[in-house]
């Protein structure tokens, strides 16, 4: 690969990396980069996979050191997604997602209207609606298995489950979006790999420029709040489903 194409593909990472710590669809801006390199479609989705995990594992990590995660206490709801997206990628290989990829645009016009137009939402927690138990076993797993199945939009559904489900403010909802995302990241890469859908060398540098970039997101997020991720956050699903419609 021409060095200078390499070099976009890591810049388009870090861009990615920082997008996607502060409000999720960096793969909005990596998948299309690689085919456009001209990386064929799986070994694209494979690699994307490897290089996001450094960004979302990034971003986790800032989050937790600033206080907004008890990694040790979430663990097992991390360890949920991560089995979901293993079961998902699995499927993966056998399900057609034809009728999911009509659907998902739609989904997340809806997300993006929810967060524009829901009057109050800030970074302060609310009533929560789903008991936490429930919420670990049943939605935590469900949207890993749609992120090892299919992909886009996983953190925006991630986040829309976290406000309205489990009554987060957004910069906490944010927060706990990362880590989940991150092992979902895992179990899809692992599958990935054990198919030999990945370009290791460079997965790796663009997942360096992911890290940084997605290091630098999430202090963003961290000093702006809602001000910041709300109106993202609504701009990338917009930006998705526009790409999924209109390709």
Known sequence: ???DLFLLLVAAAFAAGFIDAIAGGGGLITIPALLIAGIPPV???????????????????????????????LAPMAGLS???SVVGAGAALVIPTEAMRALLPFLLIAVALYFAFRPGLSDADAE???????????????I?????????????FFMLAFVTLAGFGVLKATAHTKLLNFASNIGAFA??????????GLGLAMGVGQFVGARLGAHFAMRFGARIIRPLLVTVCLALAAKL???
Do not use: C, E
């Open 1 to 3: 690969m021409p060095i």
């Open 144 to 156: 890993g298995a749609y992120d090892g199945l299919f992909g886009p939009g996983t953190g925006s």
């Open 128 to 142: 929560r609606r789903m008991p936490a138990k429930a919420f670990a076993l049943g939605v935590v797993p469900g």
């Open 191 to 200: 599958v990935f790999a054990l198919s030999g859908s990945i370009l290791w």
């Open 43 to 73: 070994q694209a989705l494979g690699t994307n996979k490897l290089q996001g995990m450094f960004g979302s594992g990034s971003a986790t990590l800032a989050f937790a050191t600033k206080g907004h995660l008890n990694l040790r206490k």
């Open 82 to 84: 991560l089995l979901g």
């Open 245 to 247: 419609l209109f390709g």
